[in-house]
């Protein structure tokens, strides 16, 4: 190594380093990029790291922020050290994905339709009936192949001892999966150096995949290519960039509400400048509630009036199908082994975050009495929204969420706080460990497949376990390095 | 094609093309009214006037120097058409419907708007640093028209682009051939006539018309010959002539374009009488003038009733 002053003061020990082993050095599956970014002088970090905040600038790769006055949308935050996984690794949670999307799946439609599973004992029926995104409207409907969530983001994490959970299932509207495949292509348009052929796995096929698994779910489709469109809410919802790009890529219809209507034969119409056109397929990224003002929030200006008559009728395919939402109930969440178990017959590959459920009097007791040494979790927010990180909380704060916990115990559940893992980012001239996580991208169309890597995101900020791209978040390019 | 994104493809070529249109007449005219000869006065309000923006201008200035109109024209926030508004608009739009725009073409006009920001301040300051940043703009702006004509599709998506651009342009011909009446240069007889052929001149930079007049027209500028030249000449890009055409071409191109393709023939119409022969007169000029902006701002309107407006049952 010619920098080695890179690494001077690189300390593991605050929890598991992603790539680099304390008493080792590189990891092996690490090696390889981490030697050749060590030769890099000061002066080449510098150029390169403007080069790649210009092109990122130039090309307008964005995400949104609210409340910043003007500047709707800013450059994309990506650092340039890769994080890496070994491929022997990552075909075991690979299989790990494709077992839970699956079990997802068969747990939704037995939820709308019997509820085995509850009057198995498996999940106690109150929880579901209690559940914000447990929506009434679906129950029964029947999507082809009972397929209800299509796409699937899971957040993963590593704790102190190595071991991948899995943290989040996100299925109404998960997002990312653009800046994964900008941060591989940035990564190898302004750094080819970086990367040796048969190194790692490539992932750019995203686009087709979800192309074919949208377009399989067309009701009618006699040789002819289905319409296909991404339904937004628009340029200022935060994820507009990856709407667009997804849309671009695929060569699908990008619409919104506005743009459409259920004609009097049910069948779903976009407005065109010959007329209307007939859509086969919605790959909707508006939330459930907003989805039908006629069957939810009335006031919603996103949707679109009498979708989901058409969609219960048969007229359109929906993806991912409206009431996935229930799942993604962090107490909802906490069952999704025992739905391993129940429909599978198997033992989960990747487990669950140990979790303690307010719903539960003896668990409600426990957290209650543990408040400074968990993280609280409100069972239905996303991005961070009213978690309480105990070790970081003061006083006034646990008050503040054990009183939030006893008025509605449903709602809340906790988890040990882990030590997420670290990766290396370049920071003024040396190389500095910070926390990530992981999320990929899992499809099940008439087969299951499943990103190579995902959205690696980081906090930046020291011992920050933010992860979040809205609350100073950064993210890497993903490498599954072939190990063997 | 969505009626939505037809309107933001449409709307961006409009505001790109008033800025490129803003750009060279403050580059062409810019030069005229400072190199004014002696003894003849100017003012530079007739910048602002070209363009249509008086009343906007008036309400918020009593200044007509260069270093307001300048500002105005640049950076000013009351005004929609300056500079550095309407190329953040023009992005606006083509970030609303970047999914049927080429990359490369979004990319070239995310960085036309880096540059507008970064560069508006110090071209306000000086003049030569204006002429340079100008001539930036302009060529990054034919980058983006390039960008559309040779790496995508001629579809429909392409047909509204062109027809904002042609629409735009359309107006705009006719403004800059107004130079001369709103500019009213005083002072001795001699120092304005020689202020008024440089006007003349100015136009047809502005409209980078200035060569290809001299080779098919003459090396005399001559206001009536220029206007024959900038409105009847079928083979100049930014002359009537040529746009009326081009417009008539694309409408007929669009599904259920009937009522928009007779809009255009008006147009057309009138452009054909100017070809037979001009008025002497410049007030009959001017009222002339009037009439093209307001069959192109017809043409406007109708494409925006038929393909954006509606009637979807």
């Known amino acids: ?484 | 094609m969505l009626a939505r994104v037809a309107e933001q493809l449409f709307w961006a070529a409009r505001y790109l093309e008033r800025c490129e249109n803003t750009a060279r007449l403050l580059l062409a005219v810019g030069d005229a009214l400072r190199d004014a000869p002696p003894g003849a006065t100017v003012d530079w309000g007739a910048l602002v006037a070209v363009i249509g923006l008086e009343e906007v201008f008036a309400a918020s200035h009593r200044e007509r120097q260069e270093e307001a109109v300048v500002r105005f024209l640049v950076a000013e926030t009351d005004n929609p058409s300056a500079l550095v508004r309407a190329v953040a608009q023009a992005r606006e739009n083509a970030r609303t419907v970047r999914d049927v725009l080429a990359s490369e073409v979004w990319t070239r006009i995310n960085r036309l708007y880096h540059l507008v920001r970064e560069g508006a301040e110090s071209a306000q300051r000086d003049a030569g640093a204006r002429s340079q940043w100008l001539s930036e703009v302009i060529e990054r702006l034919d980058a983006i028209q390039g960008g559309m004509a040779n790496g995508t599709m001629h579809d429909a998506a392409y047909v509204f682009w062109r027809l904002g651009v042609v629409v735009e342009r359309g107006d705009m011909t006719t403004r800059a051939l107004d130079l001369n009446a709103a500019v009213e240069p005083q002072g001795d007889p001699l120092a304005v006539a020689a202020l008024r052929s440089r006007l003349w001149v100015a136009t047809l930079r502005a409209l980078s018309a200035l060569e290809a007049y001299r080779r098919h027209v003459g090396v005399e500028v001559d206001g009536k010959a220029v206007c024959a030249f900038l409105l009847g000449e079928r083979r100049f890009p930014r002359a009537e002539a040529f746009l009326v055409e081009e417009a008539l071409e694309l409408v007929s191109s669009l599904p259920r374009s009937e009522p928009v393709v007779g809009t255009v023939q008006q147009w057309r119409r009138v452009v054909e009488r100017i070809r037979e022969g001009l008025p002497d007169s410049p007030a009959e000029m001017h009222t002339l003038l009037d009439r093209l902006q307001v069959r192109v701002a017809a043409v406007s309107d109708a494409i925006g009733t038929r393909f954006f407006g509606g009637g979807w049952g």
């Open chain 1, 1 to 484: 190594m010619e920098y080695e002053s890179l690494w001077y003061d690189y300390s593991t020990t605050v929890g598991y380093d992603e790539m680099v082993d304390p008493t080792a050095g590189f990891r092996p599956h690490a090696e390889r990029i981490l030697g050749r970014l060590s030769s890099w002088s000061p002066q080449r970090w510098e150029t390169a790291v403007a080069t790649l905040r210009s092109e990122i600038i130039a090309t307008g790769v964005t995400f949104t922020v609210y409340g910043e006055g003007e500047s709707l949308d800013r450059a994309w935050p990506l650092d340039l050290t890769p994080r890496t996984m070994a491929l022997s690794e990552w075909e075991r949670i690979e299989r790990g994905l494709k077992q839970r999307l699956m079990a997802l799946n068969l747990l939704l439609n037995d939820l709308y339709h019997e509820q085995r599973i509850v009057r198995a004992g498996a999940i106690p029926g109150e929880l579901i009936a209690t559940s914000r995104h447990f929506l009434k409207a679906c129950v029964g409907a029947k999507p082809p192949r009972g397929v209800w969530a299509h796409v699937l983001g899971a957040d993963l994490v590593r704790d102190r001892d190595g071991t991948i959970y899995v943290l989040e299932d996100n299925l109404r509207v998960p997002s990312g999966v653009s800046y994964m495949l900008e941060n591989r292509q940035l990564m190898k348009r302004l750094f080819p150096d970086l990367f040796a052929a048969g190194e790692i796995l490539p992932n750019d096929d995203y686009p087709q995949r979800l192309f074919a698994t949208l377009a399989a779910l067309a009701p009618h489709t006699a040789g002819e290519r289905p319409v296909v469109a991404v339904l937004t809410p628009g340029v200022y919802n935060s994820a507009y960039f990856e709407h667009a790009y997804l849309a671009q890529q695929m060569g699908a219809f990008l619409v919104e509400g506005r743009d459409c209507f259920v004609g009097e034969d049910d069948g779903v119409y976009m407005k065109t400048v010959a007329g209307p056109r007939r859509i086969d397929v919605l790959y909707r990224r508006v939330d459930d509630v907003f989805l039908d003002p006629e069957v939810f929030r009335a006031d919603s200006l996103l949707g679109i009036r009498g979708l989901i008559r058409a969609w219960r009728r048969g007229k359109v395919a929906i993806a991912n199908a409206p009431g996935t939402g229930v799942v993604d109930d962090k107490v909802v969440y906490a069952f999704v082994p025992q739905a391993i178990r129940y429909y599978l017959g198997e033992e989960p590959i990747l487990p669950n975050v140990p979790s303690w459920l307010c719903f539960y009097p003896d668990q409600r007791n426990y957290v209650l009495a543990h408040l400074p040494e968990l993280v609280v979790k409100p069972a239905n927010e996303s991005g961070g929204k009213g978690m309480v990180i105990g070790p970081r909380a003061s006083r006034a704060e646990l008050a503040e969420v054990a009183a939030r916990i006893e008025a509605d115990p449903r709602s809340y559940m906790a988890q040990p706080t882990l030590a997420l893992s670290t990766a290396p980012v370049y920071e003024e001239g040396r190389f500095v460990p910070r926390h990530v996580d992981l999320r990929p991208f899992v499809l099940q169309g008439e087969d299951l497949y499943v990103t190579p890597g995902g959205l690696t995101r980081v906090a930046l900020a020291a011992g920050s376990l933010v992860v979040n791209s809205s609350q100073g978040g950064g993210s890497k390019d993903t490498w599954v390095v072939v190990d063997r």
